[in-house]
């Protein structure tokens, strides 16, 4: 039976650290502030931010949203956007995936100062982590990297395949691996036989988007099992992830349950970073 990556619990003590930070902050007269662009379109993400404002206020940040709809064009957004890099009031900004179809993402993220680019997620960021410099890394797969570091499970030299490759998770995922020594395959959906690539991994990162797309027969006994995933699945409550747990928990010696896992670390991740950036003032 597998040990449980518990990020629930090691989001909470990250957020108790964050509070004595700000309070830290306070006193200097700087009040962390993190700002975030979502689509009121898009009931997913406007849950999200809520659930990710509170937890900032709890910590005592503070910050605005700005809802994007049908009506916001371009220019306005990207004019939003150049407003909050120039106050120096706003420290971080995060850009709420996804963004109404009209409006051009990469463009919106390219406006975006890497200075405040909080979530990890611009072009300059994800550069600075190719390239091994400082920088602020992507929220989840930073995130589920400190879970690691915190059961000090051994990644050097192990075999390492991450599903998914997006530039939100999945890339960024196998590059912070790389980083810690792994090797890593990067595998998607035109991979062929994944149940046996997924078989030879001491360290599988499922970051898909298909609920319980991998069992437990696809992974290798022992292996540690990251679930980037949150699914919603008709009849199901709450999330659902892309491991399907009860029988994945019967074979990896490590695994993240889904919720409680990966997603508690991405916000507090995020919030980390924040204040790291009202730090550097
Ligand atoms: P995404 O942009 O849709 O990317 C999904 C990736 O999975 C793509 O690279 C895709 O391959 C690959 N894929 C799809 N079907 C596959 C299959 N049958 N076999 C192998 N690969 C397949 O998703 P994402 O934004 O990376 O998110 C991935 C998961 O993480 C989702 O469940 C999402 O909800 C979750 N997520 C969680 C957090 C968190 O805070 N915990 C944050 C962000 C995302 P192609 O590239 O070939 O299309």
Known sequence: MANILDGLTLSKEIRAQLKERVDVLRARGIVPRLDVLVAATDPASLSY?????????????????WEIND???QAEL?????????????HGILLQHPLP???DENAALMALGADKDVDGITPQSLGRLVADLEGFRCATPAGAIKLL??????????????????????????LMLLQKHCTV???????????????????????VGKAELVKGDWIKPGAVVIDAGYNKVEGRKGDVGDVEFETA??????????????????????????????ERI
């Open 49 to 65: 931010v809520r659930m990710k404002r509170k937890w900032a206020e709890t910590a005592g940040m503070e910050g605005e949203s």
């Open 71 to 73: 009506q916001t064009t």
């Open 78 to 90: 990207i004019d939003k956007i150049g407003e909050l890099n120039a106050n120096p009031l706003v």
């Open 101 to 103: 179809k009209h409006l």
């Open 149 to 174: 570091e915190r059961y000090e499970i051994p990644l050097v030299g192990k075999r390492a395949v991450v599903i998914g490759r997006s530039v939100i998770v999945g890339k960024p995922m196998a």
């Open 185 to 207: 395959t990067i595998a998607h959906s035109r991979t062929q036989n994944l149940a046996d690539l997924c078989r030879e991994a001491d360290v599988l990162v499922a970051a």
């Open 249 to 278: 928990k019967e074979v990896a010696s490590w695994i993240t349950p889904v919720p409680g896992g990966v997603g508690p670390m991405t916000v507090a991740t995020l919030l980390s970073n924040a204040v790291d950036a009202a």
